[in-house]
């Protein structure tokens, strides 16, 4: 698929998810209410998710729900402004670092702990998720809609036996040398900075010191020097962009790199990537992150009881399943027994990698990584 055909198609998933008239939706009852569900966390995949399931929760719940992506400092700016409780957010979704900013500026949220009663699906979500998110403490005022997960992705019917580790990989590296892939560390996706991070961290990069420590560390400098020897086998040029990623293999330039596990599956299942790719997470750990449903505080009262309503439906069992399976994400429920079996012939077990995901932090490094990546990279 070219290019052109590709920003096609998201070009119609964004106007299908963004609520085009007509679209899909039935008609909202006069009498229900309206809320405001701002997203800040989903790209052009989980816009499309939400143009599918929002029509059905305003026919279950009775309500009018108005869906509008937009972006962290956009949101911030419009919270600031909902004063004495006549702004127009009701729900907000956000990404961890997003979450903390909001936080540390002063938006107040609510404390959705105290209203289990009106949120009862959240005796679902696992404790310390409602308390913490990422290092960013919440104590209640949000909680996980779902937690996204970087990893190998690789063409299963080239690849019949992937590489196992950093190590393995780079010792293998020959087997499908100008077939491996990366987005450039520099590009304004942070995927391949992502990827450099997590090999980097293979090779026992320590990022929760200080950076001015760790990049006085041996194992810094032999990462970087490792990294440059395994860059030799790149597939070049390096994508600009993940949809440049998604068509290099598409056209079976590349076979295999380290991405996100529910983009690339994504992708396969829209016809914009081979069927037969598969994922998978090294031991030493890859990017882990996640997105969060929180109510802001000022909000109206009767906007907040639309806002809580519309979380209990998004955290149920049927909603949530239906995004691990067809969107790979995982769930912000501990109800992965609920999940199809063929499932988790794609994608791996909540139960295999829980422990391997790694937040991102020190971001001093991710910014220096950023800037000096893609110099690393050799030119052959």
């Given amino acids: 698929m070219s290019r052109c055909s590709f920003g096609a198609l998201v070009a119609v998933i964004l106007i299908t998810a963004c609520g085009a008239p007509g679209v899909g939706a039935p008609?909202?009852?006069?009498?229900?209410?309206?809320?405001?569900?701002?997203?800040?966390?989903?790209?052009?995949?989980?816009?499309?998710?939400?143009?599918?399931?929002?029509?059905?929760?305003?026919?279950?719940?009775?309500?009018?729900?108005?869906?509008?992506?937009?972006?962290?400092?956009?949101?911030?700016?419009?919270?600031?402004?909902?004063?004495?409780?006549?702004?127009?957010?009701?729900?907000?979704?956000?990404?961890?670092?997003?979450?903390?900013?909001?936080?540390?500026?002063?938006?107040?949220?609510?404390?959705?702990?105290?209203?289990k009663s009106a949120i009862p699906n959240l005796s679902l979500v696992e404790p310390r998720d409602l308390q913490e998110a990422f290092g960013v403490s919440t104590k209640g005022r949000a909680t996980p809609f779902w937690r996204d997960q970087f990893g190998l992705v690789y063409d299963s019917a080239k690849i019949s036996h992937p590489p196992t580790s950093w190590q393995d990989f780079v010792a293998r590296k020959n087997e499908w040398k100008g077939h491996i892939g990366m987005v450039r560390p520099d590009a304004k996706s942070g995927g391949g900075r992502l990827m450099l991070r997590d090999f980097m961290i293979g090779y026992g990069v320590d990022f929760s010191k200080p950076f001015s420590e760790v990049q006085a560390t041996p194992e810094w400098k032999n990462a970087l020097a490792k990294f440059t020897e395994f860059s030799s086998a790149f597939y070049q040029p390096l994508a600009s962009e993940p949809n440049a990623l998604v068509q290099q293999f598409n056209q079976g330039d590349v076979w295999i790199t380290e991405y996100a596990i529910d983009f690339t599956l994504w992708s396969a299942d829209q016809g914009l990537m081979p069927q037969t790719v598969k994922a998978s997470v090294f031991p030493s750990g890859m990017y882990g992150g996640a997105a969060y449903l929180a109510v802001p505080a000022n909000a109206p009262a009767d906007k907040k009881a639309l806002a809580n309503r519309?979380?209990?439906?998004?955290?149920?069992?049927?909603?949530?399943?239906?995004?691990?399976?067809?969107?790979?994400?995982?769930?912000?429920?501990?109800?992965?027994?609920?999940?199809?079996?063929?499932?988790?012939?794609?994608?791996?077990?909540?139960?295999?990698?829980?422990?391997?995901?790694?937040?991102?932090?020190?971001?001093?490094?991710?910014?220096?990584?950023?800037q000096n990546g893609t110099a690393l990279v050799s030119k052959g």
């Fill in 310 to 370: 519309l979380i209990n439906w998004l955290l149920s069992v049927k909603t949530q399943v239906r995004m691990q399976t067809q969107m790979y994400e995982y769930m912000g429920i501990n109800k992965f027994d609920a999940v199809p079996a063929k499932t988790w012939q794609k994608v791996p077990r909540w139960s295999e990698i829980q422990s391997k995901r790694i937040p991102l932090t020190n971001l001093e490094a991710y910014n220096w990584l950023a």
């Fill in 27 to 115: 008609a909202a009852p006069s009498t229900g209410g309206t809320v405001t569900f701002m997203d800040t966390a989903g790209g052009a995949n989980i816009q499309a998710f939400f143009g599918q399931i929002l029509p059905q929760a305003e026919k279950d719940l009775g309500i009018k729900i108005q869906y509008v992506p937009g972006a962290g400092p956009d949101l911030l700016t419009r919270l600031k402004s909902q004063q004495n409780a006549h702004g127009d957010v009701g729900l907000a979704l956000l990404k961890p670092d997003v979450l903390g900013n909001m936080l540390n500026a002063g938006i107040p949220f609510d404390t959705l702990t105290d209203q």
